[in-house]
């Protein structure tokens, strides 16, 4: 399994054979490799998981939700109030 950060398609770039995408990602726009994904056309709207820049799979939105809970819990690091027995 790999960190996947996720991602909301803002449009298919024109050209490049259908591989780009532009992606909203917590509010940063950013392009991203949408070639890995073999399941049909992607719509304005659909949830993605990115890892290096490229799409991995499509996620729905609690799915998005749920990987961007997990990454903010990764980023806070260990609470100095839990104790280890």
């Known amino acids: 399994m790999c960190l996947g950060i996720p991602g909301r398609i803002i449009e298919v770039i024109e050209g490049y054979n259908g591989?780009?995408?532009l992606v909203d990602v917590a509010g940063v726009e950013r392009k991203i490799n949408i070639?890995?994904?073999d399941d049909g056309p992607l719509a304005c709207g659909?949830?993605?998981l990115i890892h290096m820049g490229f799409a991995l799979e499509r996620v729905d939105q609690d799915?998005?939700?749920r990987a961007m809970t997990g990454l903010e819990l990764m980023g806070r690091g260990p609470d100095p109030t839990d104790t280890v027995p």
């Open 35 to 37: 070639g890995l994904l």
């Open 19 to 21: 591989q780009l995408a």
């Open 63 to 65: 799915g998005a939700d």
């Open 46 to 48: 659909t949830w993605v």
